[in-house]
C-alpha cells in the first residue's frame, strides 16, 4: 500500500474546510448573540445547579449548546456538498458521525468557555476590558469565539480522517481497479 502524501488536492480541501468553518463560527456566535439578546438572563447566571456539588449549568452553556447545534447542521450540509463532495446518498450515513465529532467538540468548546470565564480559572477572560458594556467587550462572546476557534483543527482532523474519509478511500480503490 503506498504511503499517502500531502497533495494540493488535500490543501483546496482544507481550505475550503476553514471557509466552511469560517461561516460555521458567524453562525455559532450569531445564535449565542440571538439566543442572548432574546433572553432576559445573565449569560453568567445559573441555568441548572448540579447538586450536591459546587458546579452549575450557566446560561451560557446553554448558548453555547444551541449555537452548536445550528452550526453543526449548517458545516455538515457545506462540508458534504463542496469540501468533501460526499454526494447525496451519503448524508444520511455520515451526519451521526459529523454529529458525534461535534459533540465531541461541543464538549472540549463548553470545557474551555467554562475556564474562560470561571473566576478562579488561570486563563480566565480579564473582567476589566470585558465589562459586557459593549457587544466587543462581552466575555461570553469572546468565550464562544475563542473555544470555537480552537477546537476547529481538531474537528477537522476527525472529520476528514473518520466521517468523510473511508468512503473516500473505497471510492478511490473502486476506480483504481475497474477495468479499461
Given at each position: 500500500?503506498?504511503?499517502?502524501?500531502?497533495?494540493?488536492?488535500?490543501?483546496?480541501?482544507?481550505?475550503?474546510?476553514?471557509?466552511?468553518?469560517?461561516?460555521?463560527?458567524?453562525?455559532?456566535?450569531?445564535v449565542?448573540?440571538l439566543?442572548?439578546?432574546?433572553l432576559?438572563?445573565?449569560?453568567e447566571?445559573?441555568f441548572?445547579?448540579?447538586?450536591?456539588?459546587?458546579?452549575?449549568i450557566?446560561?451560557?452553556h446553554?448558548?453555547?449548546?444551541?449555537?452548536?447545534v445550528?452550526a453543526?447542521?449548517?458545516?455538515f450540509?457545506?462540508?458534504?456538498?463542496?469540501?468533501?463532495?460526499?454526494?447525496e446518498r451519503?448524508?444520511?450515513?455520515?451526519f451521526?458521525?459529523?454529529?458525534?465529532?461535534?459533540?465531541?467538540?461541543?464538549?472540549?468548546?463548553?470545557?474551555?468557555?467554562?475556564?474562560?470565564?470561571h473566576?478562579?480559572?488561570?486563563i480566565?477572560?480579564?473582567?476589566?476590558?470585558?465589562d459586557?458594556s459593549?457587544?466587543f467587550?462581552?466575555r461570553?462572546?469572546?468565550?464562544?469565539l475563542?473555544?470555537?476557534?480552537?477546537?476547529t483543527?481538531?474537528s477537522?482532523?476527525?472529520n476528514?480522517?473518520?466521517?468523510?474519509?473511508?468512503?473516500r478511500?473505497?471510492?478511490?480503490?473502486?476506480?483504481?481497479?475497474?477495468?479499461?
Amino acid at each position: 500500500m503506498p504511503a499517502r502524501r500531502l497533495t494540493l488536492g488535500h490543501v483546496g480541501e482544507l481550505m475550503r474546510f476553514a471557509l466552511v468553518g469560517g461561516s460555521g463560527v458567524l453562525v455559532n456566535v450569531g445564535v449565542v448573540v440571538l439566543l442572548n439578546k432574546l433572553l432576559p438572563h445573565d449569560p453568567e447566571s445559573v441555568f441548572l445547579p448540579l447538586r450536591p456539588t459546587d458546579f452549575n449549568i450557566r446560561w451560557v452553556h446553554v448558548l453555547n449548546a444551541a449555537g452548536f447545534v445550528v452550526a453543526n447542521a449548517w458545516n455538515f450540509e457545506l462540508n458534504r456538498l463542496w469540501t468533501f463532495r460526499a454526494g447525496e446518498r451519503t448524508a444520511r450515513t455520515r451526519f451521526p458521525r459529523f454529529f458525534a465529532v461535534g459533540l465531541l467538540g461541543l464538549a472540549l468548546q463548553l470545557i474551555l468557555v467554562t475556564l474562560l470565564i470561571h473566576p478562579y480559572s488561570p486563563i480566565e477572560l480579564p473582567t476589566s476590558i470585558l465589562d459586557g458594556s459593549t457587544g466587543f467587550r462581552t466575555r461570553t462572546y469572546w468565550a464562544t469565539l475563542i473555544s470555537v476557534v480552537a477546537v476547529t483543527p481538531l474537528s477537522f482532523l476527525f472529520n476528514r480522517l473518520w466521517t468523510f474519509g473511508t468512503s473516500r478511500a473505497r471510492s478511490v480503490r473502486a476506480v483504481e481497479t475497474r477495468p479499461a
